[in-house]
Nanobody
Framework: HVQLVESGGAWVQAGGSLRLACKAS????????MAWFRQAPGKEREGVAR????????YHADSVKGRFTISKDNAKNTLYLQMNSLKPEDTALYYC??????????WGQGTQVTVS
């Protein structure tokens, strides 16, 4: 069983930056694919970015491409999301998720990002 704990959410002014972190209890086959999702009030959950923890290959949604960067530190079992040039529409609860083959079985509790 993998536990995921997010941190780094905060209130920030538009144009600012934040770095989210997701600490995993372990990196194993169950965390071969990790991702960040977000959900704003009244909206469906949206995939933001994902990474293959072995190859390091990444994918970023068009809505965040060029502004957000997903990365990982295998030594620290930690996933990151660097968010720059934040916009009010980035306001959401951000979740990290993990699974094999990008079937996300494990989810964190979320960290709130508010941009105004």
């Amino acid at each position: 069983h993998v536990q995921l704990v997010e941190s780094g959410g905060a209130w920030v002014q538009a144009g600012g930056s934040l770095r989210l972190a997701c600490k995993a209890s372990l990196f194993t086959y169950a965390t071969k694919c990790m991702a960040w999702f977000r959900q704003a009030p009244g909206k469906e959950r949206e995939g933001v970015a994902r990474i293959a923890t072995g190859s390091g290959n990444t994918y970023h949604a068009d809505s965040v491409k060029g502004r957000f960067t997903i990365s990982k530190d295998n030594a620290k079992n930690t996933l990151y999301l660097q968010m720059n040039s934040l916009k009010p529409e980035d306001t959401a609860l951000y979740y990290c998720a993990a699974g094999s083959n990008c079937l996300f079985r494990y989810w964190g509790q979320g960290t709130q990002v508010t941009v105004s």
